[in-house]
């Protein structure tokens, strides 16, 4: 049966008549506005800042347009891709009805969002090698779950998954498969951008957070259908992204070579960083990875986390979450913060083995 979004929406925001805001009546050029109950005085910092933004972020869109080779239509940004994920819950799930299928372990906003919303989490071990489990998958979903969410590369193993598994899924689900490609941009492997016009149930998320350097401004972006992003331009809140950010993400566009530079230098990295924990003699495993952090298991993670905490160094303790037994999920740092982790790994060596 093709793919119908009208019939997995909820009936509610099918039925949706958005707001509309002075900025969505009125966006050309005039001499006085007086439309937006704006501060006409202006404000105490000047600049432009007593109006609001554009709703529609239209520049910002044809700036990510271009670089993506996406259609501005086909672009929603949000207040990181944490908003885009709620936004998919409020569109698609109805509280205390719907279910989705998250792949764990993984990112926690999935399960997070869907609990806030009442909508019931059908969680899905990955396999032992952290790949998407097809079989277990397919047998734990009944056909009327909402939403799949695959994220690839995956938070926290760090593995991108087999690319021919996501094809499976993405012709095989009713529903919206969303690709959370947060890390994509380092990785080897290509994103899912360019496979958007054959999957019309497909959402793919990516982030200002990750490559671009940019976390503390809150930008993220999802992907999809015309006419999935036109549900979601419809029940976002309308000006969901301030002035100052869309500001600084043009700006920030505008010096994309950068965003390269740093990325290739943090691959380097990243290279040293994973041969040097694979020597270390309470290593026990360095999991492969295709993004900025590394996963890595411990003989007695617990005790690795505390000494580095008392060493003023703070990596995320996973040994608690499943698959993740006794490991560690350590950011690339710079060049400066690999050598003081890894000699602060080594101080706790010595200090163990002098005991
Ligand atoms: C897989 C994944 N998706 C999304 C996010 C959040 O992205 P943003 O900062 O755009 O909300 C994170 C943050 O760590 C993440 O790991």
Same mark, same amino acid.
């Given at each position: 049966?093709?793919?119908?979004?009208?019939?997995?929406?909820?009936?509610?925001?099918?039925?949706?008549?958005?707001?509309?805001?002075?900025?969505?009546?009125?966006?050309?050029?005039?001499?006085?506005?007086?439309?937006?109950?704006?501060?006409?005085?202006?404000?105490?910092?000047?600049?432009?800042?007593?109006?609001?933004?554009?709703?529609?972020?239209?520049?910002?869109?044809?700036?990510?347009?271009?670089?993506?080779?996406?259609?501005?239509?086909?672009?929603?940004?949000?207040?990181?891709?944490?908003?885009?994920?709620?936004?998919?819950?409020?569109?698609?799930?109805?509280?205390?009805?719907?279910?989705?299928?998250?792949?764990?372990?993984?990112?926690?906003?999935?399960?997070?969002?869907?609990?806030?919303?009442?909508?019931?989490?059908?969680?899905?071990?990955?396999?032992?090698?952290?790949?998407?489990?097809?079989?277990?998958?397919?047998?734990?979903?009944?056909?009327?779950?909402?939403?799949?969410?695959?994220?690839?590369?995956?938070?926290?193993?760090?593995?991108?998954?087999?690319?021919?598994?996501?094809?499976?899924?993405?012709?095989?689900?009713?529903?919206?498969?969303?690709?959370?490609?947060?890390?994509?941009?380092?990785?080897?492997?290509?994103?899912?951008?360019?496979?958007?016009?054959?999957?019309?149930?497909?959402?793919?998320?990516?982030?200002?957070?990750?490559?671009?350097?940019?976390?503390?401004?809150?930008?993220?972006?999802?992907?999809?259908?015309?006419?999935?992003?036109?549900?979601?331009?419809? !029940?976002?809140?309308?000006? &969901? #992204?301030?002035?100052?950010?869309? %500001?600084?993400? =043009?700006? @920030? *566009? /505008?010096?994309?070579?950068? !965003?390269?530079?740093?990325? &290739? #230098?943090?691959?380097?990295?990243? %290279?040293?960083? =994973?041969? @040097? *924990? /694979?020597?270390?003699?309470? !290593?026990?495993?360095?999991?492969?990875?295709?993004?900025?952090?590394?996963?890595?298991?411990?003989?007695?993670?617990?005790?690795?986390?505390?000494?580095?905490?008392?060493?003023?160094?703070?990596?995320?303790?996973?040994?608690?979450?499943?698959?993740?037994?006794?490991?560690?999920?350590?950011?690339?740092?710079?060049?400066?913060?690999?050598?003081?982790?890894?000699?602060?790994?080594?101080?706790?060596?010595?200090?163990?083995?002098?005991?």
């Amino acid at each position: 049966m093709p793919f119908e979004l009208a019939s997995i929406l909820r009936k509610n925001i099918l039925q949706l008549t958005p707001y509309s805001s002075a900025r969505h009546e009125f966006t050309g050029e005039a001499k006085v506005f007086l439309d937006a109950n704006e501060n006409s005085m202006g404000s105490p910092i000047g600049e432009t800042y007593h109006r609001y933004p554009d709703p529609g972020q239209e520049k910002l869109k044809a700036k990510i347009s271009g670089l993506k080779h996406i259609p501005a239509e086909q672009i929603f940004l949000g207040n990181g891709s944490d908003e885009a994920i709620d936004l998919l819950f409020r569109m698609f799930c109805k509280p205390g009805d719907d279910q989705v299928v998250v792949c764990q372990p993984t990112y926690g906003m999935y399960a997070v969002s869907a609990a806030i919303h009442d909508v019931k989490t059908l969680n899905v071990p990955l396999t032992n090698e952290f790949q998407l489990d097809l079989g277990a998958i397919k047998s734990t979903c009944k056909g009327s779950e909402k939403l799949l969410f695959i994220c690839s590369p995956n938070n926290p193993s760090g593995n991108a998954f087999r690319r021919e598994d996501i094809s499976d899924l993405l012709h095989w689900f009713k529903g919206i498969v969303v690709i959370d490609e947060a890390y994509i941009d380092f990785s080897s492997q290509p994103s899912w951008l360019e496979e958007l016009d054959n999957f019309p149930n497909l959402v793919v998320l990516q982030t200002f957070s990750k490559a671009w350097g940019l976390a503390g401004l809150r930008l993220g972006m999802a992907f999809g259908s015309v006419e999935l992003i036109e549900v979601m331009m419809k !029940v976002k809140a309308p000006y &969901n #992204l301030s002035a100052v950010v869309q %500001e600084m993400a =043009l700006k @920030a *566009l /505008a010096l994309s070579g950068q !965003v390269e530079e740093k990325v &290739n #230098l943090l691959l380097h990295e990243r %290279e040293k960083l =994973l041969v @040097a *924990l /694979a020597g270390l003699p309470n !290593v026990i495993k360095v999991y492969p990875s295709d993004a900025n952090f590394v996963l890595v298991r411990f003989n007695d993670a617990r005790k690795v986390y505390s000494q580095l905490l008392n060493e003023g160094i703070v990596v995320r303790d996973r040994s608690m979450v499943s698959l993740c037994e006794d490991c560690l999920r350590i950011t690339i740092g710079s060049q400066e913060e690999n050598k003081l982790l890894l000699a602060s790994l080594q101080k706790g060596i010595n200090m163990n083995a002098e005991k």
